[in-house]
């Protein structure tokens, strides 16, 4: 009984530590939010840039400086509206579970995730002007991938897995570019879902 009591303690203190080295409040809701804008987003931008023509059965890309000042002001807006969803669920549940929404591990969690981010964004907008425009879109899915699998050590390691997964999208759309922005939706926008959907049920809202 005393040994059980034992290994009882010494999983509560391994339990406590993990809690403490780690920011546990990333909400599951807020990454389906954030794959549902994407895939609106991803809707709109097909709507942008691939006009059906009178006489052809399928439809035409078109890209010139309209097309690209409509497609940044849309991934702006799903960046903002992701990031405010975010924000809003993931202070909920530290509020819940009584845990400061920005703490050391938070700050450690932003900074390794905002580096792949903005080399990646940076490096996408200079392909994007200098019309290596059927690159951006997997790029951007392989920068994401590279920042979560950054951050992942100072969160949920699950982070870690859809990091895979959104780095081998990535690199599928690199090869096969003219599915770029159909492989951007599954990983920004279905596979959010199903990876809020997870962690809603396993860890709760």
């Known amino acids: 009984m005393t040994k ?20 546990i409040s990333l909400s599951g ?18 709507q942008t ?26 991934a702006l807006g799903v960046l903002i509206l992701s990031f405010s969803a975010g924000v809003f669920f993931t202070q909920r549940k530290a509020r819940k579970n009584n845990q400061k929404l920005w703490d050391k591990q938070a700050k450690l969690l932003v900074i390794n995730l905002m580096i792949p981010l903005t080399v990646g964004g940076l490096l996408c907008l200079i392909l994007l002007f200098k019309g290596f425009i059927g690159l951006v879109a997997p790029l951007t899915l392989v920068f994401y991938g590279l920042a979560l699998i950054n951050a992942s050590k100072y969160t949920l390691s699950e982070i870690r897995s859809l990091g895979l997964f ?20 599954i990983g920004f926008g279905l596979l959010h879902i199903v990876y809020g959907v997870v962690m809603h049920l396993k860890y709760g809202s």
């Open 4 to 23: 059980e009591k034992y290994l009882e303690d010494l999983k509560d203190i391994k339990s406590m530590m993990e809690r403490s080295s780690r920011f």
């Open 49 to 74: 840039v691939y006009y059906e023509q009178d006489y052809l059965s399928y439809r035409k890309a078109i890209m010139n400086e309209a097309t690209i000042i409509e497609l940044l002001t849309i």
């Open 166 to 185: 959104e780095i081998a999208l990535g690199l599928i759309g690199c090869q096969f570019v003219g599915f770029g922005l159909i492989l951007w939706a």
């Open 29 to 46: 809701i807020s990454g389906v939010i954030a794959g549902v804008l994407a895939l609106i987003g991803a809707y709109l931008a097909y």
